[in-house]
């Protein structure tokens, strides 16, 4: 039959507990740092190294195998307290200080039993007390808790865990005291795989917890990238399309600048000769405009503007396209128009530019009309001949239209 001596069950579950704890203690340094899982394992290490200790009684000194074999189990039950502190995001309530106090009372007892009056029974009594006594709040803390997954498994672990130290406390206080530590006993040997049982399914129970946890992070993670990429998206799309309004709407009228203008005629140009529809242009400036600014003021000015292309887009039909050259230059491509009905178009617009309400008085423009012939290979040709017609309506008194 084979004999389990407590110091080689002592060695084996101390190794197991701090193999155990360092592995998991890496795991989560490495992904989010100090946690629930980081504290339990760290509590796993300790707990694991003072075993190791106490295998190693009597071959290193007692200040290790007995005083700090102490210190560092009772180090093992706070880290399991405030372990179940972060795993039910409960606010710590005790002060760091408090535990050093705690760590140094126990360790004057222990002292005592060890060097002046040596009782292995009253050690191991206290001991148990003092870890039941941190592993209550701890088990108060997971019931009140019951939302969080894997809460049962490690109430039942801990209960045990504290229900074993004090029936051990019990029976310890009413048996003959125990003369050596590891004299042979069930209740020595089941207490240390108890205890290493207990830490070991700990971690696997946190392990499991935070395992499916960190699943439904990442997955939270994943959506939530992926609706910043959708509004990141939507974002771009709407700066281009403002950068786009801003490169090709004139910013005062808030028509096509020049450039979309001119972008837009070659497009209707290559339509009309694709169909081979007509097409005409009609350039527009306001007579006397600097008059208007030195006489009123350049808020007068820009007043003239606005009106003038709001009575060229109101003229507009779905298909024209009305655009500020620059100035006060106006041009208004009109698919689909012959000459003689780009000129009524232009003598219409004219006649309305005087009926505009305007504070500084009458309003009068000129206007030159050219349309597209079989020459022209795109809008330059087209625009210089209504840009001609244009100077030749202002050399012949302004407020009148000219075709070229």
Request: charged share 20%.
């Amino acid at each position: 039959m084979i004999t389990l001596h407590v110091s080689t069950c002592a060695l084996t579950m101390g190794i197991g507990c701090l193999a155990i704890g360092l592995a998991y203690l890496g795991l989560r340094t490495v992904r989010d740092g100090r946690s629930a899982g980081s504290n339990w394992s760290m509590a796993a290490a300790a707990q694991g190294l003072a075993w190791i200790l106490v295998g190693l009684r009597g071959q290193i000194p007692d200040v290790l195998s007995i005083l700090l074999v102490s210190v560092l189990a009772t180090v093992s039950a706070i880290l399991l307290y405030l372990g179940t502190e972060g795993f039910t995001g409960t606010r710590r309530a005790v002060h760091p200080l408090a535990w050093l106090v705690l760590l140094l009372l126990q360790l004057l007892p222990v002292a005592w039993f060890t060097y002046w009056q040596p009782d292995i029974s009253a050690r191991l009594i206290l001991t148990s007390l003092v870890r039941t006594a941190l592993l209550i709040p701890a088990i108060v803390l997971l019931w009140r808790t019951p939302a969080l997954e894997g809460r049962r498994a490690l109430i039942a672990l801990l209960v045990t865990d504290a229900a074993w130290h004090l029936l051990r406390a019990a029976s310890l206080a009413g048996d003959v005291p125990i003369a050596n530590f590891f004299q042979q006993g069930p209740e020595q040997v089941l207490t240390l795989m108890l205890r290493g049982a207990s830490a070991i399914l700990i971690i696997g129970v946190q392990f499991s917890v935070e395992s499916d946890n960190s699943r439904r992070a990442l997955q939270a993670w994943a959506c939530g990238l992926e609706r910043e990429s959708q509004q990141l998206e939507q974002t771009i799309r709407q700066r281009n399309e403002e950068l786009r309004k801003l490169a090709t709407t004139d910013f005062l009228t808030g028509m096509p600048n020049r450039r979309e203008f001119l972008a837009r005629a070659e497009q209707e140009i290559s339509r009309a000769r694709r169909h081979g529809t007509p097409l005409a242009l009609l350039m527009l400036d306001v007579d006397r405009f600097k008059a208007i600014n030195d006489r009123h003021g350049h808020a007068a000015g820009d007043q003239a503007i606005v009106a003038m292309a709001r009575h060229c887009m109101k003229a507009c039909r779905a298909s024209d396209v009305a655009g500020r050259l620059g100035g006060e230059e106006f041009g208004l491509l009109l698919p689909h128009s012959s000459m003689e009905e780009a000129q009524l178009i232009a003598e219409r617009l004219r006649e309305g530019a005087s009926q505009l309400p305007l504070p500084h008085g009458r309003l009068t423009i000129s206007v030159g009309v050219a349309s597209l012939e079989d020459s022209d290979t795109g809008s330059e040709s087209l625009l210089l001949r209504a840009d001609r017609a244009l100077y030749g309506a202002k050399n012949e008194g302004r407020d009148c239209v000219r075709c070229g």
